[in-house]
């Protein structure tokens, strides 16, 4: 009986998981948004190289790279109006790279969409996770290949 248990567990422990982790943090005062992203470094180069969803390649230095990829997987949107970001850094340990970024929104806000597709289309059991905090709101969500957005009522 433990051989049949063991036979069962083993392929799940080296099946290879397939997540990233994004915080984003809105301060009223100065009106930014903080995003911090976590991704695995080999899935980072994989997702890259199958280029932008538009199907342009991304190209240029290592930040405008990164900056491009990541401004094409993840978006916050405003009432409708979709949010510049800008890369402030970048960081890797050879396992994971780590970025921060800002984007600038408006005075009054009713509602925030935050998209996020990190490898959604290398991988149909991704999980991108976040954490999403708005004045006094805070909530964790998960979204999959299948699902890549989530609407937030912030008034």
Known sequence: ???????????????????????????????????????CSDDLVADMNLGLSTGERIQGETDLRYFQYL????????????????LQHSESDGLEHRFKLEAYGGKSVTEVRVVNR????????QANMLIFSFGKMEEGYR?????????????
């Open 118 to 125: 990190i490898m959604t289309r290398l991988y149909d059991d």
């Open 71 to 86: 401004s094409d997987r993840i978006m916050i949107i405003e009432d409708g109006r979709t949010l510049d970001m800008k």
């Open 143 to 155: 979204f999959t290949a299948a699902d890549t957005t989530r609407d937030y009522i912030v008034r």
């Open 1 to 39: 009986m433990p051989m049949k248990l063991l036979s069962l567990i083993i392929p799940l422990l080296l099946h290879p998981v397939h997540v990233s982790l994004t915080g984003i943090e809105y301060d009223s005062n100065s009106r930014i948004y903080y995003l911090s992203v976590k991704v």
